[in-house]
């Protein structure tokens, strides 16, 4: 490459030079069309560029710029080289993750909490014709003497040869004059009272198979269940005569167990005080003497009371079958149950009450002893404090009357009383309870 083309220097060769091209003004500049000018010095008189040489300086100044591009590119690599040398010496290794999925399928179908428990709606076939609607007439309204019509509900729990037995709740019947059921709604059957229990709100009432069979009225028995086992939350099912309408089913859930309730008249003359569970389920006038059923359709208490007020929802209350049960057995085999009969008047004594008189117990504090009574015989005292009922300990009525219900007449029990800073034990043998 001849580089004297950047020279400033004048180093052209004259020996061609025409005459013509010697011509001109020593104090003349030269500037070349090509993008790279050339300024003589006034003393030279450069020979104007051939075209031939224009070429040339062109040709060598595109070999030039591929030669600094070459040179980048390279100096660039060697640097890329140089870095990957000294910065990256050991090779990256990217290992394999072993991960655990668990695949998660949903079923659009839904998939019931208990796949054992039926259907409310195949229930009900299966206890229909063992629930009965009761119709009855009672008293007489003077001066023209028209019977008041009542309605009720009841279920047959018991058959024989001859009569099927139904349960009811003793108010329904109670002055009844007369007495129908019916299993379909249409068809009325005369019913009997076999027996009655004021004490426990119970009764027994009978109608014969015959009278049963002439209507065409199909029947079944309804099945007991277990009702200590039942559990707040459980899923129960009332069916009955509600407003003396027919047959309607409700449905709910337990609400409490174990409860001891006072229920009366309206003016609360009659008191009677019952062990009882709660439920949500609509219980409405009629609705008494009804089953209380499980979800699997089996009796576990009789519908009896409902608190009643403007604000007040879903406080129905019945009695435990498993209680309730042998009283009705009891009334249809003797037409009345002999209940126990202690001989006190009492009332709770309290944590508050305790804490206020700085007692050690709290139980149930004797007003009255009934003379001549199992209690006076036995020795309780009035202001005597019964901790202790046929080894149970007392805290309130509730004890009190469950555990009469599981005693019966003519058994001997233990009685611990705390009298005069001690606590005395006694023997008390029950009585008969007389209405």
């Not at 057995?329 to 004594?349: A, D, M, S």
């Amino acid at each position: 490459m001849d580089t004297n083309i950047f020279s400033t220097k004048d180093t052209t060769d004259t020996t061609n030079v025409t005459e013509e091209q010697k011509t001109f003004s020593p104090s003349s500049t030269i500037t070349s069309s090509d993008p790279l000018s050339l300024h003589f010095s006034p003393s030279c008189t450069p020979e104007p560029p051939s075209s031939s040489s224009r070429k040339s300086r062109n040709f060598f100044l595109v070999v030039f710029i591929l030669i600094i591009a070459s040179a980048s590119l390279g100096v660039g690599v060697g640097i890329g080289n140089a870095v990957g040398q000294n910065f990256a010496t050991e090779e990256i290794v990217v290992e394999p993750v072993e991960t655990n999925i668990t695949t998660v399928h949903l079923r659009p179908n839904t998939v019931q909490i208990n796949p054992d428990e039926p259907s409310i709606a195949d229930i009900i076939p299966l206890v229909k014709d063992a629930v009965v609607s009761i119709s009855v007439l009672s008293g007489q309204s003077l001066p023209f003497g028209i019977q008041s019509p009542g309605s009720g509900s009841g279920f047959i729990f018991y058959e024989d040869d001859d009569s099927v037995f139904i349960a009811t709740n003793n108010h329904v019947i109670e002055n009844a004059t007369r007495i129908t059921i019916s299993l379909d709604d249409n068809e009325n059957v005369e019913a009997q009272i076999v027996g009655t229990d004021p004490s426990s709100d119970l009764a027994v009432l009978s109608v014969s198979k015959a009278d049963l069979a002439e209507k065409g009225v199909p029947h079944t028995v309804a099945m007991f269940g277990d009702s200590d086992i039942m559990r707040m939350g459980d899923t129960v099912l009332a069916i009955g005569n509600a407003m003396g309408e027919g047959q309607t089913v409700t449905k709910g859930i337990v609400s409490a167990m174990n409860l001891t309730i006072t229920v009366g008249d309206l003016g609360m003359r009659n008191r009677l005080t019952l062990d009882v569970m709660q439920t949500d389920a609509a219980v409405n006038r009629g609705n008494s003497g009804g089953p209380l059923l499980n979800h699997r359709g089996e009796v576990i208490g009789v519908v009896t009371a409902k608190m009643m007020g403007s604000d007040i929802e879903g406080m129905g209350y019945a009695l435990p079958i498993n209680e309730a049960g042998a009283i009705l057995f009891q009334l249809k085999e003797t037409g009345q149950v002999r209940h126990p009969f202690v001989g006190i008047r009492h009332e709770e004594f309290t944590e508050f009450m305790r804490s206020l008189f700085n007692m050690p117990y709290t139980g149930l504090l004797i007003r009255d002893v009934v003379p001549n009574s199992p209690a006076e015989a036995a020795g309780i005292l009035v202001d005597d404090l019964i901790v202790y009922f046929n080894d149970v300990r007392m805290y309130s009525m509730a004890e009190f009357v469950t555990e009469l219900g599981h005693v019966r007449p003519g058994d001997e029990v233990t009685v611990v009383v705390f009298r005069g800073g001690e606590l005395v034990e006694l023997q008390l043998i029950l009585g008969v309870l007389q209405h």
